[in-house]
T-cell receptor
Framework: EAGVTQSPTHLIKTRGQQATLRCSPI?????VYWYQQALGLGLQFLLW???????NRGNFPPRFSGRQFPNYSSELNVNALELEDSALYLC?????????????FGPGTRLTVT | SQQGEEDPQALSIQEGENATMNCSYK?????LQWYRQNSGRGLVHLIL?????REKHSGRLRVTLDTSKKSSSLLITASRAADTASYFC???????????FGAGTRLFVKA
């Protein structure tokens, strides 16, 4: 069974541009989570989607947005990129509607903003 | 702010020794999970302990949970060089919303 996949693996953008990151959950999983991990730091919760709806978001500005498609895959968009947006962006999926269950992580997308 | 806080921030031990990491949290939880992250990669789920459980084992891993102290510990016995990684605790709260991760403990196991 395929795990969580993310694309692209690496993304290099210039300050002010927009970045789009993609995630495909494990087959049968309806919940998708996005996290930001700056170098050497812990995970910061960004967004949680379930059944196509945004269920919760972390303490990030509105230029971080996303959506979940009918096939449960998800997209994270970051507008007006800033240097401090450089980080590893991790996507995770779970099979439960509530996030009290284990999450399965993808390998991440490393975003570098120059 | 993050709910789960791991202690210590970093730990360096010799192969064969035991490694103990602690996690403290602030609000009531439904469960607590431990994850491992190898350098710059995705997290791997290790073990989940529910709020009505006090101890759980999985191979060389032993997790304890003390809800009265709002703390958990992860013990890795007979450590190996391959255990070198960052370890995160994550709490699932009773509201059933987002799982909150701590900042992690970086474990170095020297061969």
């Amino acid at each position: 069974e395929a795990g969580v996949t993310q694309s692209p693996t690496h993304l290099i953008k210039t300050r002010g541009q927009q970045a789009t990151l993609r995630c495909s959950p494990i087959s049968g999983h309806t919940s998708v989570y996005w996290y930001q991990q700056a170098l050497g730091l812990g995970l910061q919760f960004l967004l949680w989607y379930d059944e196509g709806e945004e269920r919760n978001r972390g303490n990030f500005p509105p230029r971080f947005s996303g959506r979940q498609f009918p096939n449960y895959s998800s997209e994270l968009n970051v507008n007006a990129l800033e240097l401090e947006d450089s980080a590893l962006y991790l996507c995770a999926s779970s099979g439960a509607s509530y996030s009290s269950y284990e999450q399965y992580f993808g390998p991440g997308t490393r975003l570098t903003v120059t | 702010s993050q709910q789960g806080e791991e202690d210590p921030q970093a730990l360096s031990i010799q192969e064969g020794e035991n490694a103990t990491m602690n996690c403290s949290y602030k609000t009531s939880i439904n469960n607590l999970q431990w994850y491992r992250q190898n350098s710059g990669r995705g997290l791997v789920h290790l073990i989940l302990i529910r709020s009505n459980e006090r101890e759980k084992h999985s191979g060389r891993l032993r997790v304890t949970l003390d809800t009265s102290k709002k703390s958990s510990s992860l013990l890795i016995t007979a450590s190996r060089a391959a255990d070198t990684a960052s370890y995160f605790c994550a709490t699932g709260n009773t509201g059933g919303f987002k799982t909150i991760f701590g900042a992690g403990t970086r474990l170095f196991v020297k061969a």
